[in-house]
């Protein structure tokens, strides 16, 4: 069964310092990885994927995700945090042999950045 | 372009008492999902459906129902509300071809309280 797993439910960070926020995954075969962001009382809005290519994904407002095939690992990173970059992440994963599209999701991390 | 829209943003149920929830899309994507989202548990999959007129269960299904009689709308309906259906719950959708494949596209959720 395809599962996700966000180790940490809070990071907290300062702004300007670069942050992490962890994901590792359990799927057959080669994984579509995805992380997306929620921001108070929103939708989630999507970041970044990762179906096949070069492991390092870059995404929207300067997020980046390393896929790591040996760990099955898709961290989320950022070189410089900003205090607006708090918010509500969730990694999610989608077997390559799914003709439905469903992501199963993560439960979740929340990124507190402080001035 | 309004994306996924859903109707209504708020609810508040007694016990026992049915509702439904609508989900529209406007970008033509074959794909619909309703989630739910509860603290420290993400997003877990009620039902979902691959085309007009058809739907299937996801992770979390009983007590929901729903259909798909146009390709725009996905409706969730609770025949008899409980309190454990308390929840935020999200509608999405997304599309089977191009560069934004795998993507889900989300509402900006649903707030339903049951007494």
């Known amino acids: 069964a395809q599962s996700v797993a966000q180790p940490e439910d809070q990071v907290n960070v300062a702004e300007g310092n670069p942050l992490t926020v962890k994901c590792t995954y359990s799927v057959s075969g080669n994984p579509y990885l995805f992380w997306y962001v929620q921001y108070p009382n929103r939708g989630l809005q999507f970041l970044l994927k990762y179906i096949t290519g070069d492991n390092l994904v870059k995404g929207s407002y300067g997020f980046e995700a390393e896929f790591n095939k040996s760990q099955t690992s898709f961290h989320l990173k950022k070189p410089s945090a900003l205090v607006s970059d708090s918010a509500l992440y969730f990694c999610a994963v989608r077997a390559p042999s799914s003709n439905t599209g469903k992501l199963i999701f993560g439960q979740g991390t929340t990124l507190q950045v402080k001035p | 372009n309004a994306g996924v829209t859903q109707t209504p943003k708020f609810r508040v149920l007694k016990t026992g008492q049915s509702m439904t929830l609508l989900c529209a899309q406007d970008?033509?994507?074959?794909?619909m999902y309703w989630y739910r989202q509860d603290p420290g548990m993400g997003l877990r999959l009620i039902h979902y459906s691959v085309g007009e007129g058809t739907t299937a269960k996801g992770e979390v299904p009983d007590g929901y129902n729903v259909s798909r009689l146009k390709k725009q709308n996905f409706l969730l309906g609770l025949e008899s509300a409980a309190p454990s259906q308390t929840s935020v719950y999200f509608c999405?959708?997304?599309?089977?071809?191009?560069?934004?494949?795998?993507?889900?596209?989300f509402g900006e959720g649903s707030r339903l309280t049951v007494l």
């Open positions: 970008m033509n994507h074959e794909y």
């Open positions: 999405a959708s997304s599309r089977t071809s191009g560069s934004r494949t795998g993507e889900l596209f």
